[in-house]
């Protein structure tokens, strides 16, 4: 049993495209990142209201939430995280 702290990063990942969550799972949890994925913006919102993230990733254009409301949501509820798009920037 080790009494050191647990150092794993958490790392939350928004997006609708499967290809997408299924390549940052592979490419980030390959980086020691502790990754949870999901396709729905209102399910990321619930999942980041649930647990800590050290990093959010957003994509922007989603079917039922945009990127954009989702991080401002997300900002108001967990403003300790991270966050950084997914995909095409706005700006």
């Given amino acids: 049993m ?5 150092t794993t ?5 928004i ?3 499967r ?5 940052c799972s592979r490419i ?3 980086e020691g990142f502790d990754v949870t994925t999901t396709d729905s913006a209102r399910r990321g919102l619930e999942l ?12 922007w254009k ?3 939430l945009d990127g954009i409301d989702t991080v401002e949501m997300i900002d ?3 403003p300790n995280s991270a966050r950084g798009p997914c995909g095409h920037c706005p700006w």
Avoid: H, T, Y
């Fill in 2 to 6: 080790s009494n050191s702290k647990d």
């Fill in 28 to 30: 980030f949890g390959s």
């Fill in 48 to 59: 980041a209201a649930e647990g800590r993230f050290d990093v959010i990733l957003c994509d």
């Fill in 19 to 23: 290809i997408v969550l299924e390549s």
């Fill in 15 to 17: 997006d609708d495209e």
């Fill in 62 to 64: 989603m079917p039922e």
């Fill in 9 to 13: 990063k958490k790392m939350l990942v």
């Fill in 76 to 78: 108001k509820r967990s």
